[in-house]
């Protein structure tokens, strides 16, 4: 059905206005969604953290009591003598220095030494002492989800009652032994009435129970854990016993102490250990939040006003709505008004129009628009260009597309080879720093007294890591990431190195034999290049010979009939002979052309044998391939050969006493690697700082410290990497030795005025590293010997 101009404006406004309001409310909506989704995260985060720092805190604690129960002095109990409490008490002060709240041993009718200051060693329990639940001193105590025990939940045969209470001068209070490490709720202290919490250790001598070692915790002390974290004001922060009372608490601190949490909360807390919940704080407001429960049983919990989340969005999408309204009618009254302006002109060029059709000669008039006016004047040139323009149109509209679909592919390529590349840098450097980790630690290993008898696996190890490290490089190479280094190698000893990666690539179920003719000269090319062809080939006859038989690597000189359509010169030959299906021969002569494959889809690219004669071709040689179907596969590279000897490899060793006592600063992201470097570097009589990225490592160096080199990582989170830290320290400190290590970072490819160690580096590239930073002396060997 046809449009009017009119209608088309219209319904142009609206496909444009609606979808942008759509989009907007969409957009809107979304943004507020991943708001609360973080801060539900984040609430789980802070909440995880703090459940984790209470645990540490009572384990602490509890490994207090535990320690002192321990003590030589406790043998002879219950019967102590004055001299053996006193000891007692002073090594409870001693342990307890930093912390309030104090310790105190019981029987089951005395107490025989506190750290109160007005309770002397050996008190009596007086008649009239009892505590709140009519037991001498007991204490009252709700087990809730059960007073935990230390490392584990009290047994449920404990009573509550069971637990210590800590004692006063003329109030002290004791109960019935326990058998079992509790840690018991927050009570008030039946002396003082001060709240506080218990945590009892039995004495045990010969399997028998003896006494009780208490110690106490006081609100104060949690509520200064609270208070370090800085919450906002509007946050809601607790920390709970086991039985659900407030212990400590953001905000009012203290003050909250001993009040039980909601119904609805308890119930949530008896049923799950951690949990994203919504309810009605003590001060009324409705929140949401999140809980932990740590293994000792106490709960920190962490939430924040419904408002918080619900707040602010009906004000984000009310402008948006109203904005996109006042847009569609305004839109709506341009188009009808532009409408009008644009359909009489367009009726005049109808009629000329229709005189051109009609062959009548076309008078061009003035229709009020300029437009118009121009189309009028090319309709009356259009009659006669139109019959020699159409052909002309074709040709050219049949180029465009054949341009713009090669364009097409060669963009796809450009993006998939890029997304490879970015792809393969990133793991090769996650990569190299799990191998960096495993080696460091595998040489620690070798630095301690039982080394010799770890030296096959720590060997195998090494070995592990040195293949690891090839497979790293490989995945760089294939993703452009890796530079063309032409060395002169021996085929010997080349394909030697190659021969255990190529034995992988092939599979278990394949054999392969390596022939070097003893005569076989030298050649010149890139190591990494020679090892992906190699690899390629590989992988061709592993498929044509679906995983099994036997594979045949020769090199020899070649023969002079063999090197006759590659030029004057003298060459080597290498033939990678499979027994496979073999290759047509009709498909043979494209076997080396770019994106051929008789693969699969999704099997095969077609780039491999191309990169193999690629290579061939630019080392000044040729690949060629002889097949017969039924009957395997032969590859031939004919490489030039070489008049020039491989270079030696010298191997430089650095006294391992040149570190000893230097400051190193080290940067590393890697928490495993950072604390594995550390340790090897301390190994090496090292004074190791660490950080865990370029702000930590400014403030260390700012903080007054010496340090005679820095260690850096190339690679980190933050907006400053590796390079640019160094130069900000060298910029503070000109001419601080530093040495960069990094799994995979453009310094290794391109120019950088610092040393840069590839990751995994050996302890000996690394001494010797941090040595020529720092001016040392090293001694080189290889090349001489």
């Known amino acids: 059905m046809p449009l009017s101009i009119r209608t088309r404006l219209l319904l142009l406004v609206v496909s444009v206005m609606v979808p942008s309001m759509l989009a907007a409310l969409w957009l809107s909506w979304q943004t507020w969604q991943d708001e609360q989704k973080a801060l539900v995260r984040h609430l789980q985060d802070n909440t995880r953290a703090l459940s984790m720092v209470v645990d540490k805190e009572l384990s602490q604690r509890a490994g207090i009591a535990r320690m002192l129960s321990l003590s030589q002095t406790l043998d002879k109990g219950p019967a102590l003598s004055p001299e053996d409490l006193a000891t007692l008490q002073l090594q409870s002060r001693r342990a307890l220095q930093g912390m309030a709240g104090w310790v105190e041993l019981t029987t089951a009718d005395q107490v025989l030494m506190s750290t109160r200051e007005t309770t002397p060693p050996g008190a009596a329990l007086s008649p009239g002492q009892a505590g709140p639940s009519g037991q001498p001193g007991a204490i009252g105590m709700q087990r809730g989800n059960g007073g935990a025990s230390v490392g584990s939940a009290a047994p449920r045969g404990v009573a509550a009652s069971a637990i210590a209470a800590g004692a006063g001068s003329a109030g002290s209070t004791v109960q019935p032994l326990v058998d079992k490490p509790v840690i018991g709720g927050l009570e008030p202290d039946p002396v003082t009435g001060q709240l506080r919490a218990v945590i009892v250790q039995p004495v045990e001598r010969n399997g028998r129970v003896l006494m009780n070692l208490s110690m106490t915790l006081l609100p104060q002390e949690l509520q200064q854990i609270i208070d370090a974290q800085k919450m906002p004001d509007d946050w809601t922060a607790t920390i709970m016993d086991a039985a659900g009372t407030v212990v400590a608490r953001h905000p009012g601190g203290t ?84 409408s009008r302006r644009i359909s ?183 190591a990494a290049e020679l090892e992906l062809a190699m690899i390629n080939i590989a992988l061709n006859a592993r498929d044509a010979t679906n995983g099994m038989g036997d594979i045949l690597l020769e090199a020899r000189n070649a023969e002079p009939y063999e090197r006759q359509d590659v030029g004057p010169g003298d060459f080597v030959v290498i033939t990678f002979t499979d027994k496979g299906s073999g290759i047509p021969e009709d498909v043979q002569a494209r076997v080396f052309e770019p994106f051929f494959t008789t693969k699969d889809v999704g099997k095969g690219t077609g780039l491999g044998l191309s990169q193999v004669l690629g290579f061939c071709v630019q080392a000044g040689g040729t690949a060629r391939i002889a097949s017969q179907p039924g009957h395997g596969t032969t590859v031939t590279l004919l490489l030039p050969a070489s008049t020039s000897a491989p270079a030696a490899r010298p191997e430089v060793v650095t006294d391992p006493g040149a570190l000893a006592g230097a400051s190193v600063l080290l940067v590393e992201d890697n928490e495993e690697l950072n604390r594995v470097t550390a340790s090897l570097l301390r190994s090496l009589s090292c004074q190791v700082t660490t950080a865990a990225n370029a702000e930590e490592a400014l403030k260390q160096f700012g903080s007054g410290a010496a340090f005679d080199v820095v260690l850096s990582d190339v690679v980190m989170p933050g907006g400053m990497d590796g390079q640019a830290l160094v130069r900000e320290l060298r910029r503070r400190r000109p001419g601080l030795p530093v040495v960069l290590i990094s799994g995979y970072s453009e310094a290794l490819t391109a120019e950088s005025s610092f040393p840069v160690l590839r990751k995994p580096a050996s302890p000996a590239q690394l001494l010797d590293a941090l040595a020529r930073a720092m001016g040392k002396t090293a001694t080189a060997r290889g090349a001489a010997d």
């Open 344 to 526: 009489r002109p367009i009726h005049q060029l109808t009629d000329i129009a229709n005189k051109l059709r009609a062959g009548e000669p076309v008078q061009a008039g003035p229709t009020g628009m300029a437009e118009c006016d121009e189309v009028a004047l090319a309709l009356e040139d259009a009659s006669a260009a139109i019959r020699q323009g159409r052909g002309e149109l074709e040709r050219r509209v049949n180029e465009a597309i054949i341009r713009t679909r090669e364009a097409e592919q060669r963009s796809s390529r450009t993006q998939r080879t890029a997304a490879l590349g970015r792809l393969t840098g990133g793991v090769a450097h996650d990569f190299n720093n799990l191998l960096g980790v495993i080696s460091n630690s595998a040489h620690l290993i070798q630095r301690s007294p039982h080394a010799e008898s770890l030296a096959m696996p720590v060997g195998a190890i090494m070995r592990s890591v040195e293949v690891g490290s090839r497979l790293t490089q490989h995945l760089l190479r294939v993703s452009g990431r890796q530079p063309v280094r032409p060395q002169v190698l021996d085929m010997a000893t080349a394909l030697g190195e190659m021969k255990e990666l190529l034995a992988t690539v092939l599979g278990k179920r394949m054999q392969l034999r390596l022939l070097v003719a003893p005569d076989t000269r030298t050649i010149q090319v890139d």
């Open 255 to 338: 003050s909250h102490a001993g009040r039980r949490a909601t119904q609805d909360l308890q119930q949530r807390m008896m049923e799950h250990r951690e949990s994203v919940f919504e309810s009605v704080s003590l001060d009324g407001t409705p929140v949401i939040g999140f809980f932990s429960t740590s293994p000792q049983g106490w709960t920190f919990l962490t939430a924040v006003p419904r408002q918080t989340l619900l707040g602010g969005r009906t004000q984000a999408l009310r402008p948006i709505v109203l904005g996109s309204l006042v847009l569609i009618l305004g839109g709506f009254g341009g188009a009808l008004w532009i």
